[in-house]
Nanobody, 129 residues
Framework: QVRLVESGGGSVQAGGSQRLSCAVS????????IGWFRQVLGKEREGIAS??????????SYIGSFQGRFTISKDSAGNTVYLQMDSLNAEDTAMYYC????????????????????WGPGTQVTVSS
C-alpha cells in the first residue's frame, strides 16, 4: 500500500501562489501515477493533474482548465510530488488531495479519481479576495 501525506496548504490572497507537496512512501518499487485532486464541500472530487513516477521521461497530464496555471512536478526519486498553483482565485478554495494509482496500459497517467486507490488525508487551501 502506498502512503501519501499532503502539505503546504493554508490561506493565500487572490492572485497569489501556493505550492503543495505530496510525500509518497510505501510500495513505490515500480512506477506509479500520482495525481492531484480537489474537492469543495458538497461537490464531486475533481482531477487536476497527474504524473508518472517511473523512468522513461516525464509524463504529465492536466485537466484542461488547470493547464497553464497549475504545474505538477516531482523530485528525482519520485518520493515527493509537487503542485505549483499560480494566479489563485476564490474558486480555487478547496481541500486538495494527492493519490496513487497504477499507470494505464500505455504507461500514461490521467487525473481521473476512479483510477486511484490510495489517498492522502488532504490539505486545505483557502483563497481570500
Amino acid at each position: 500500500q502506498v502512503r501519501l501525506v499532503e502539505s503546504g496548504g493554508g490561506s493565500v490572497q487572490a492572485g497569489g501562489s501556493q505550492r503543495l507537496s505530496c510525500a509518497v512512501s510505501g510500495a513505490t518499487g515500480s512506477g506509479k501515477c500520482i495525481g492531484w485532486f480537489r474537492q469543495v464541500l458538497g461537490k464531486e472530487r475533481e482531477g487536476i493533474a497527474s504524473i508518472y513516477t517511473g523512468g522513461g521521461g516525464t509524463r504529465v497530464s492536466y485537466i484542461g482548465s488547470f493547464q497553464g496555471r497549475f504545474t505538477i512536478s516531482k523530485d528525482s526519486a519520485g518520493n515527493t510530488v509537487y503542485l505549483q498553483m499560480d494566479s489563485l482565485n476564490a474558486e480555487d478554495t478547496a481541500m486538495y488531495y494527492c493519490a496513487a494509482g497504477s499507470p494505464l496500459p500505455d504507461v500514461s497517467c490521467r487525473p481521473t479519481p476512479s483510477n486511484y486507490n490510495d489517498w492522502g488525508p488532504g490539505t486545505q487551501v483557502t483563497v481570500s479576495s
